[in-house]
């Protein structure tokens, strides 16, 4: 026997032996089962199981793997070896199986993937629901051993003559990757130089210094095309084949699953030492403007030793006139501005260059996220558009990590005192959440957006709709007449308007998506108790 397993409900006992069989035991009367023994194509030599999908994977001894259901006790998959789905080997069985004996498997945390590593050099990754190869890493040294971590994002190894554990980040996690087509060719990984503590001083320098340097060695060997890789990335997310249909983002896990643990993050990166006050400078040194104003002024201080020159008084009066422009009076500009509208300028008819001289007022936005949603609204207005108007803001926020989107959403609105500027922006922001909900697209990346700006705006929204409430309860007890003139109060009403419509919309779409999976759920058991 060279592994054993038990069922998610302890009612099975799975054994695989070197016999090529794989023996079924009753929990309660301690008998083989009466679907055992199931034979294997080979005799086995390691076995996996994964208790959260209730799958076993057995190595056998012709480098192929058997995945087999604890639930309904059959075999369901097979990944090279001397057959491979059922089928005979072809003449490129080295594309679909190891050519060397398996030393260890293991399931991904959600049980889809399997990982296989062998004496041949590589690493293979496996998708059970679908039976191809997804990925094929090699190795310089053959792995002897691996293992996952709970969410899946690592992946350690031990390969033949290092004592050091290769430590692996999956690149799915983090952004997107296509699988599509039949992998050729394995992809030659560069591994890492051991890092281990030293109490010498210089020795981190060192090990670092070397690490680097195996790394360029290494990728002057392998080229990467990576323009094709951000060609890939950089497109727009999956539509929908039939209108109305659900639709995920196809986004990195880590970028929207983050965003429900951002405080958990920020605790754990927080720096457990106080910060230190940097060395003081033994000098400062002149601020100069321009790239080769130390250039410049060893140049004219040679040509002109005994005094000042013209450029000197240009450069002067072009710094001067610099600094003016930047502390100019805004209150004078205003006062000229009046006198503008009440008086002609003659000068400025006559010559038409000076009002392109004239300084443009520049709208400074409180962040990108609300010059988007800004722009959006205002070109919905002016081109009455009545389709999809905000999808730029999903785009954008997509393109961007968890803490910078947590910037962009805090930036709306600071706090109850800010509702003059903010309440406008957050008004907005639920249009955007409203329209993206009713699209149904990018559905987990959305409902991420949505968490967040709740969970930084909840208490403002609250403590607004309880002012509201309760001014709509104190004029009815009071006969005095309503003020429905304030542009304050209609914008707060229409604000809460659409945050309940945005509640009946996303509530209405995740009913829909989980009565869908409740369906599909009990249709696949339904099946198996048939087989």
Known sequence: VVGIAIDSLNRTVVTAGMDSKLVLWNFTTHMPHKKSPILLPSPATKLAHVRDSDLAAIAMKDYGVAVFDCSSLTIVRYFGGSRYNGRSLVNDSRFMSHTGPISDLSFGPDGRKLFTSSLDGTVRVWDVPTGLCVDWLSFSSPPTSLALSPTGEFLATSHVGRLGISLWCDKSFFRMVLLDGTLKEPAKMNEPCPVAECEQEGANDAIASLAMSSTLSKNDDVSFDDGESE??????????????????????????????????????????????????????????????????????????????????????KDGLDGWDAVWSDDEAEADNDGLNETEPNNESKNNPTAESNKRRKVVHHRSKLAELLQSCFDAKEVQSISGETYTDVTFHLSQMGPSSIDVEISSLCYGIHDLDE????????????????????????????????????????????????????????????????????????????????LREKQKGASNRLQGKMQHTICLLRHLSRMV
């Open 231 to 316: 060609s890939i990335n950089d497109g727009l997310p999956p539509q929908a084949k039939e209108q109305g249909l659900i639709t995920l983002s196809g986004l990195p896990p880590a970028h929207w699953k983050n965003l429900f643990h951002l405080e958990l993050v920020k605790e754990r990166n927080k720096p457990t030492e106080a910060p230190q006050k940097p060395p003081q400078a033994p000098f400062f040194l002149q601020w100069r403007s321009g790239l080769e104003s130390g250039a410049a002024d060893a140049t004219d201080q040679t040509a002109n030793a005994g005094g000042t020159s013209n450029n000197d008084t240009q450069t002067k």
């Open 422 to 501: 903010g309440l406008p922006l957050l008004h907005l922001a639920s249009m955007w959440l409203l329209e993206a909900c009713q699209s149904h697209q990018s559905f987990e990346a959305v409902n991420a957006y949505l968490h967040r700006f709740l969970h930084v705006h909840g208490n403002i929204i609250t403590r607004m709709d309880q002012a509201l409430q309760k001014e709509n309860e104190e004029s009815l007890l009071s006969d005095a007449p309503v003020e429905e003139d304030d542009p304050q109060k209609l914008k707060l009403k229409e604000f809460i308007e659409t945050i309940v419509l």
